[in-house]
């Protein structure tokens, strides 16, 4: 080559090798140039509404390359989702990485979201605006709407020591978790809640709910004018999910309106128990019915049962008044616990009353009254139920012990005593012998003339199997009113098999008085009717011993 022709060379290679090395010095630069951007879905928001941070850079890089904790001062954020693009675009290859997070401001005012750095490169800061709900557009009202609440009661006007009914009502339009609603308040009232919660759903402008129901009693303890603050709702929702993110948890406080509420004094003038309600309603009856209403005819030993119902609405079971009659001691009375329950804004009291005649005659059940002040009249009312008149025949088999004094007494000693023995038997062990020697002379008497079917008969031979029968079925069911019946008439018919023991009769006397006892006693504890069931049965073999002698006295050949 010549001197000439190299130079050619040089003079064309020259810009060649210059691009190349401009090419080779721009790749680290263009690497270096990478791009971080940082955008929202909005810069004005409300208080917890949610919104969207976008986080992008024009390379692929780690997924794990941004910090998003340092929102935490200022923001609530969910779960970000990541994606990576790549495009060929006229012969260009371009990269690109994009972070997208749900996030909601804690606080009312100006709040920043930080700089991102990723890698070498950086995002700029972005200024949002946070306002109050009230403040916000249409679109922070629809946010706001999915949760609501609302709050009423019966009247804003009552009397002290009367209750009024609070309904609290929470429309729920989104998914919540951690839901909790807490009782209304104010000074001076006495609260508490009322059944359980009634759920419903209804849709409302094209919008479903769902509807939670909640009832308080609201009692007056003193008089005035009160506030009463509303009822609380507190929760969490998950907001902002859609397929690039999984949304965030929002907290979710509501609270119901207040309400003024006045309270009345007691009036000066009035009588006797205080009891401020608009309905007071007292009734009874009678078991076994009673045909006549104003008396009735039994025997003495036969239990009666009195139950009253008292209903009495807008009064809490606290202040229900204690029912307290004097009965005449002519009668012995058990007092069952009162029942209470709540049915549609009556406070319900059911009390039973077993009545047991003690003596013959005729004997007046007291009756009874209350004073109530209807707070819709503003006027004293009573409320009253009759009294009945028991004509009392004798039982000539009855036992005055049986039917001890009205007063209600703890259970006696009988039903958890073992049975005592007298000490001398009386004539009673000779008589037995007597019999005893007399039948083994019989039966060999008996033996050689072959007549001993005639005696099997005449042992195997009962009397009144029913009613005992029903006895002891009763006294296994621990039925107090059936034992009690059964029991007069069994032994009314064994009278005159049972006087020959004495002793067994009073104790048999005295275990079901201790059942009646036990049963309708204010202290829990379980009668045991083993005792009763052993004394029946030595009653029947008294019975049974006795009933064979008489018959081997009359096959005696002498």
């Not at 073992?418 to 020697?437: C, D, N, Y």
């Not at 296994?476 to 049972?498: A, E, G, H």
Request: charged share 15%.
């Amino acid at each position: 080559m010549s001197v000439n022709q190299t130079n050619w060379a040089k003079k064309c290679l020259s810009p060649w090798l210059l691009l190349l090395t401009l090419v080779v010095a721009l790749l680290p630069l263009q690497a270096m140039a990478a791009q971080a951007q940082a955008t929202v879905s909005k810069n004005v928001v409300a208080v917890n509404q949610v919104f969207q941070l976008s986080v992008s850079v024009d390379t692929a890089i780690n997924p794990d390359s941004v910090d998003f904790s340092i929102l935490s001062p200022d923001f609530a954020y969910g779960q970000p989702s990541v994606s990576s693009s790549t495009s060929l675009i006229n012969g260009t290859m371009s990269r690109s990485t994009t972070w997208t997070i749900a996030i909601a401001a804690k606080k009312v005012g100006t709040a920043t979201i930080p700089t991102f750095k990723i890698g070498s490169s950086q995002t700029t800061p972005i200024t949002i605006t946070v306002l109050k709900s009230s403040q916000t557009n249409n679109t922070a009202n629809t946010d706001q709407s999915n949760v609501r609440m609302t709050a009423e009661i019966d009247k804003n006007t009552v009397y002290v020591g009367e209750s009024i009914n609070y309904r609290v009502k929470i429309f729920i339009g989104e998914q919540l978790s951690q839901a909790s609603l807490s009782a209304p308040s104010g000074d001076g009232l006495a609260v508490s809640q009322v059944g359980q919660d009634a759920q419903n759903n209804i849709v409302q402008n094209g919008r479903r709910y769902l509807v939670i129901t909640r009832n308080y009693q609201l009692t007056a303890q003193k008089a005035g004018n009160i506030v009463i603050h509303g009822s609380t709702f507190s929760g969490s929702a998950v907001r902002g999910a859609n397929g690039f993110s999984s949304g965030i948890t929002v907290p979710v406080n509501k609270n119901a309106r207040d309400i003024s509420l006045t309270i009345k004094p007691k009036p000066t003038d009035y009588k006797g128990l205080w009891l401020p309600t608009p309905d007071l309603q007292l009734q009874q009856t009678w078991q076994p019915q009673v045909s006549n209403p104003n008396e009735i005819t039994t025997k003495v030993g036969e239990p009666i049962t009195r139950i009253i119902s008292l209903r009495i609405k807008d009064v809490a079971q606290s202040n229900m008044p204690n029912i307290n009659l004097t009965y005449p001691d002519t009668v012995r009375i058990y007092n069952e616990k009162p029942e209470y329950r709540t049915e549609n804004g009556y406070s319900v009291m059911i009390l039973k009353q077993v009545i047991i005649p003690r003596q013959a005659g005729n004997i007046a059940l007291p009756p009874l009254s209350i004073n109530w002040w209807n707070t819709t009249t503003a006027k004293q009312q009573q409320s009253e139920i009759k009294g009945l008149t028991l004509n009392v025949t004798a039982d000539p088999t009855a036992n005055s012990q049986f039917s001890p004094p009205a007063a209600m007494t703890p259970p006696t000693s009988a039903a958890t005593q073992p049975i005592k023995t007298m000490a001398s038997a009386g004539i009673w062990p000779w008589t037995t012998l007597v019999f005893a020697i007399l039948w083994l002379i019989t039966l060999l008497l008996l033996v050689k003339k072959r007549q001993q079917p005639m005696v099997t008969t005449a042992i195997a031979t009962t009397q009144s199997p029913d009613i005992a029968a029903a006895l002891e079925t009763a006294i296994n069911d621990n039925d107090p009113i059936k034992v009690q019946t059964y029991y007069q008439q069994w032994r009314q018919q064994q009278y005159s098999q049972l006087t020959s023991q004495p002793q067994l009769l009073q104790q048999l006397d005295d275990e079901v008085k201790a059942m009646m006892t036990n049963h309708y006693s204010t202290l829990d504890s379980q009668w045991n009717n083993q005792t009763l069931l052993k004394l029946l049965t030595q009653a029947k073999q008294i019975k049974t011993i006795k009933h064979t002698s008489k018959t081997l006295t009359s096959l005696d050949p002498q």
